[in-house]
């Protein structure tokens, strides 16, 4: 008969996680805030210290207002350019000239687009 297997001690699978989540978030081939701060994290409680705050870069949150102002402008360029996209596809009216302003419509659209994401 087999031994029953013994299973590794909490501490030590705790203490191998930490090890490998630090070491994964220095690998990373692009180094982020957030990933410092996570391997520095990790490699402090491998050391055994406390969490102090001050000790570490901490990495920016981003605010609910800040996300709901770039929701709100991706909204009203999706909206913008539905518009120009609706009079183009109207626009193939076989006169020159309302071909042409259509045309400027939309480009003044793109132009106006690229010009408040800047």
């Not at 090890?19 to 180094?31: F, G, K, P, V, Y």
């Not at 957030?34 to 605010?63: N, T, Y």
């Not at 996300?67 to 120009?84: E, F, G, I, W, Y």
Request: charged share 25%.
């Amino acid at each position: 008969m087999n031994a029953p297997q013994q299973l590794p001690r909490t501490s030590d699978v705790l203490q191998d996680a930490l090890d490998h989540i630090m070491r994964t978030a220095r690998a990373s081939s692009s180094q982020t805030r957030r990933l410092r701060w996570i391997a520095s994290r990790a490699e402090a409680a491998l050391q055994g210290r406390p969490f102090v705050a001050s000790e570490h870069d901490q990495p920016k949150m981003v605010g609910e207002a800040v996300l709901h102002s770039k929701n709100h402008q991706l909204r009203l360029a999706n909206a913008r350019m539905r518009v120009a996209l609706a009079q183009v596809a109207g626009g193939a009216t076989g006169y020159l000239d309302r071909d042409t302003e259509l045309a400027q419509i939309a480009q003044a659209a793109l132009d106006a687009e690229q010009g408040s994401r800047a």
